[in-house]
């Protein structure tokens, strides 16, 4: 049980043009999901707060206007890179938080990777 | 402020061998600590969460210690094997509003036969 998916695994797309990954909770519901990224040989940096029917809430520095955040279902959440850069290649992970869990554990999706020419 | 360091930064052993993994954390107020392991080019895959009242937890090779006075926890591995290679990621989850997590930079563990 609880397991996270992640889709596309790795992707690669032109300058200027937005990029959608999908995460999804197979097997739970998850109100909340969050989104990160992780730059080689680096931790991971939480992007933003996924909470399903509201708005996304971004950590200090992330823009929501190129990142867009939707939670549409208990089970999905989607990332948009908008206007993709270089600079935007990175590992992308999102995680679930499990509405019936105990712990606030998260459980974490297998990451795409994104390549930006 | 909340902080999680690791150490060591990097560790290579040989196949078989023994090794512990150390992780200090200042995150107040404390809610609980996890250890995760990341392959390359993988999300992580949780070892072992603890709560405050939790000392010592075992999940298969991996035994993980909790010091809450001292706010220390390690990490340790017998009988490594090839695929133990990986990151070891220490995080804290916080006891505020939203369960904030402090990650550790994480110890880059190889395994050499």
């Known amino acids: 049980g609880a397991v996270v998916s992640q889709h596309p695994s790795w992707v690669i797309c032109k300058s200027g043009t937005s990029v959608k990954i999908e995460c999804r909770s197979l097997d739970f519901q998850a109100t909340t999901m969050f989104w990160y990224r992780q730059f080689p040989k680096q931790s991971l940096m939480l992007m933003a707060t996924?909470?399903?029917?509201?708005?996304?809430?971004?950590e200090q520095g992330v823009e929501k206007d190129k990142f867009l955040i939707n939670h549409a279902s208990l089970t999905l959440s989607t990332l948009t890179v908008t206007s993709a850069h270089p600079e935007d290649s990175s590992f992308y992970i999102c995680?679930?938080?499990?509405?019936?869990?105990?712990?606030?554990?998260?459980?974490f999706g297998p990451g795409t990777r994104l390549t930006v020419l | 402020k909340n902080q999680v360091e690791q150490s060591p930064q990097s560790l290579i052993i040989l196949e078989g061998k023994n090794c512990t993994l150390q992780?200090?954390?200042?995150?107040?107020?404390?809610?609980?600590l996890r250890w995760y392991k990341q392959d390359t080019g993988r999300g992580p895959v949780s070892l072992t969460i603890?709560?405050?009242s939790e000392n010592t937890k075992s999940n298969r090779r991996y035994t993980a210690t909790l010091d809450a006075d001292t706010k220390q926890s390690s990490l340790h591995i017998t009988a490594s094997q090839l695929s133990d290679s990986a990151s070891y990621i220490c995080?804290?989850?916080?006891?505020?509003?939203?369960?904030?997590?402090?990650w550790g930079a994480g110890t880059k563990l190889i395994i050499k036969p």
């Open positions: 996924s909470n399903e029917g509201s708005k996304a809430t971004y």
């Open positions: 603890m709560t405050f």
């Open positions: 995080v804290v989850s916080a006891r505020d509003s939203n369960y904030q997590l402090i």
């Open positions: 995680s679930a938080r499990e509405d019936q869990g105990s712990r606030n554990e998260q459980f």
């Open positions: 992780c200090n954390y200042t995150v107040s107020p404390f809610s609980n």
